[in-house]
């Protein structure tokens, strides 16, 4: 995957090399160093990064141990770069900028997962199918509203990651240990070459505060997105359990066999998914316990080696999800039948009694419960009922002493109309149903909105791709 790949490219090292290239313009802007020096310091830094990069010296992950290579080499005059600064707000940025690229990987990945719902509504825009509460069947819906609901939920989930970056992305640079220094840095260049917002607030909040916070909001952002996709992943497995399941997953490798029973088709795709969503969530939640009950300055939680694995092994786990996403197949036929199985056509009728004829609801509601209550007792389902035995049920059940009066309040024509799972879907007219109308208001609201979180991502990367461009542009000028 490419933005694993740029991850591991921009590594701890590149964001020492970029910091130090910013230090070099910034500080010669502000008369703190020679410009002579800074020329060879900038020479110094391009053939040290060129050995890095091609196994010549070790990538440093620690500043204590970039230095002396540029002392070595620059001879200690060069260590002027390091006025003003610390490890502190240096690890700060490195931390922050790694921790940045990831969370736009999962964006991007986030988004394309919301695409995906999306498109599979429209491949089922009028499948009926069963919806659940509680874990039996509740009511009728489209398997297009249901996954429109996927695609919203997901995109909240989009909203916190953007509102958690954006909190974020301050650059920490010259806040140094924790109270600033007597130098007059150039923060506002370093903050913009580097693609972050601004400088922060504050010195102390910057390294001391702002470094566990951003993982820790981070993780809880990732473990929301982890639970959802268990959750429907749960959803799936409810229906493949069954003999004959209206859903099944289509793809090449999602299932193994048994080595000892040949029906056997284990969803091994599903399973693992489920299994590698949970250990992100344990893993992420490390986070909250490595902070817990330290005094601040303390590193625990800032670890970029260990944030950064739980967030790769998020990435991957929403790019596995969107495949399985991506190859749910529906059978229409089998969910009407499934539908049938059960009465969730008796709200409905209670609505039709009451819209239709008059019926106080609570009337309907008790008829309409005294009717499944027989109907399961003697095997009846809504196609196989008829009208009479119906009319049967009102007349007994008007012995019960409610209040009824009369024949059966609806025609047979309008009963049926009130048993049709695809008519009780299109009658509905409250906002957010399921009905044509305003699933088509969904889905341009959908489409506003994946596109308002690509322009979030397009922007903040923009943002690091001229703020990097303007520094090599900078270093190349000087001369």
């Known amino acids: 995957m490419q933005a694993l790949e740029n991850l591991k490219k921009h590594d701890t090292t590149y964001w020492l090399f970029r910091i130090n290239e910013a230090s070099i313009i910034g500080n010669i802007g502000k008369g703190l160093l020679d410009k002579k020096l800074g020329i060879t310091i900038r020479d110094t830094l391009c053939a040290m990064e060129y050995d890095a990069d091609n196994g010549r010296w070790i990538r440093p992950e620690l500043y204590i141990t970039f230095e002396p290579e540029l002392l070595k080499r620059c001879g200690v005059q060069a260590s002027v770069l390091h006025v003003g600064r610390s490890s502190q707000d240096i690890l700060a940025t490195t931390n922050f900028a790694q921790m940045r690229e990831a969370l736009l990987a999962i964006a991007d990945s986030t988004v394309d997962l919301v695409k995906t719902f999306c498109n599979k509504a429209d491949q089922y825009w009028d499948t009926i199918v069963p919806f659940y509460t509680n874990g039996v069947q509740a009511q009728p ?19 916190r990651l953007f509102e958690c970056l954006n909190r974020y992305n301050r650059s920490p640079m010259g806040s140094g240990v924790l109270n600033g220094s007597p130098w007059s840095l150039d923060q506002d260049y370093t903050a913009k070459v580097l693609g972050f917002n601004c400088v922060a607030e504050n010195a102390f909040e910057a390294n001391q505060l702002a470094s566990n916070d951003f993982p820790l909001e981070a993780s809880q952002v990732i473990q929301a997105m982890m639970i959802k996709i268990t959750n429907f992943l749960q959803d799936f497995m409810v229906q493949y359990a069954q003999p004959r399941p209206w859903i099944q997953l289509v793809k090449a490798g999602s299932t193994y066999i048994s080595s000892a029973m040949p029906q056997k088709r284990n969803p091994g795709l599903i399973n693992n998914c489920r299994r590698n969503a949970a250990v992100v969530i344990s893993e992420s939640q490390n986070v909250l316990l490595r902070i817990h009950n330290l005094n601040e300055g303390m590193p625990d939680a800032r670890d970029n080696e260990i944030n950064l694995e739980w967030l790769c092994d998020a990435l991957n786990v929403i790019e596995t999800f969107k495949g399985i996403v991506d190859g749910m197949q529906v059978s229409r036929e089998r969910a009407l039948e499934e539908l049938d199985q059960d009465w969730t056509c008796t709200q409905n ?19 309409a419960s005294h009717l ?23 007349e007994i059940f008007k012995t019960k002493g409610e209040g009824v009066e009369g024949n059966f309040p609806l025609p047979e024509v309008e009963l049926r109309a009130a048993m049709d799972p695809a008519g009780i879907v299109e009658a509905r007219v409250s906002f957010g149903g399921p009905q044509e109308s305003d699933m088509q208001r969904q889905k341009a ?3 506003t909105w994946i596109q308002e979180h690509e322009n979030q991502t397009e922007k903040i990367r923009a943002q690091i791709t001229e703020g990097l461009q303007k520094l090599s542009d900078d270093l190349k000028a000087l001369v």
């Open 141 to 159: 819906g489209r398997y297009s509203h249901y996954l429109f609901a996927q695609a919203i939920s997901w995109g909240r989930e989009l909203d």
């Open 349 to 367: 009728i209670a609505d039709m009694m009451m819209l239709k004829a008059g019926v106080p609801f609570r009337l309907g509601h008790h008829f």
């Open 372 to 394: 499944v209550t027989w109907a399961r007792a003697n095997n009846k389902t809504p196609s196989n009922v008829t009208y009479a035995e119906i009319c049967e049920q009102w």
């Open 445 to 447: 609201n959908l489409k």
